[in-house]
């Protein structure tokens, strides 16, 4: 079955950009989605990327996708104190979705 | 504006004591989900209703029912709570097309057992 791979932690400073990354097996995968998960709180979903497309931005985000790699990353630029959460990402091949383990990422003042 | 709703946002049951958590849905989506989230984990699909059709997962414990009575409610039901079942428990819900099909999740249910 599909494996999604993320690493587990990213510390980056204010107002620098973050580069969270996640790896996926099945090249089927039809579309793939970038989850915000705050303390206390459930999954919002920020943005998400259809499988032909190599990139979409929508602001501060920006999603790369590399089919041949079955990489996909998910760029925030000027990152903010608020966007300290953990970052889920996770492949749709048919229902449900495979969520990989979670980048929590830690913003540093 | 709330679209996937859980409640209560925290509960309390005893050791063996049942309990259930309830979810509601503004979008008409024909898919309901229910996780299990501890600390620092991924949420771990418990069962997904795809319309009235029932999927449980192959390592869901039989203590964990649940029942969906019409589209906009689903409910877990822990019939005999342990300490290990302490957790965040998520509801979502999606579209049944294929692509494109987000999970849209409540804020979720944080359950102790004392």
């Known amino acids: 079955g599909e494996d999604v791979e993320q690493s587990l932690f990213l510390s980056v400073r204010e107002g620098d950009s973050s580069v969270i990354n996640c790896t996926y097996t099945?090249?089927?995968?039809?579309?793939l989605y970038w989850y915000k998960q705050e303390p206390g709180a459930g999954l919002q979903l920020l943005t998400y990327?259809?499988?032909?497309?190599d990139m979409k931005q929508d602001q501060r985000l920006t999603v790369l996708l590399n089919k041949k790699d079955k990489h996909l990353s998910l760029r925030i630029a000027d990152t903010q104190t608020g966007d300290s959460a953990i970052y889920f990402c996770?492949?749709?091949?048919?229902?449900?979705?495979?969520f990989g383990k979670g980048t929590r990422l830690s913003v540093i003042a | 504006d709330a679209m996937v709703i859980q409640n209560p946002r925290y509960q309390v049951t005893q050791f063996g004591k049942p309990v259930t958590l309830s979810c509601s849905q503004t979008?008409?989506?024909?898919?309901m989900y229910w996780y299990q989230q501890k600390s620092s984990q991924a949420p771990k699909l418990l069962f997904h209703?795809?319309?009235?059709?029932?999927?449980n997962e192959a390592d869901t414990p039989d203590n964990f029912q649940s029942r969906r009575p019409n589209t906009s409610f689903c409910f877990l039901d822990i019939r005999s709570p342990g300490l290990g079942d302490a957790a965040m428990y998520l509801c979502?819900?999606?579209?049944?097309?294929?692509?494109?099909?987000?999970?849209?999740f409540g804020n979720g249910t944080r359950l102790t057992v004392t």
């Open positions: 099945d090249s089927s995968s039809t579309y």
């Open positions: 979008l008409n989506h024909n898919v």
């Open positions: 990327i259809f499988s032909n497309m």
């Open positions: 979502a819900t999606s579209r049944a097309d294929r692509g494109n099909s987000p999970l849209h």
């Open positions: 209703y795809y319309d009235k059709d029932f999927n």
């Open positions: 996770a492949s749709e091949l048919g229902t449900p979705l495979v």
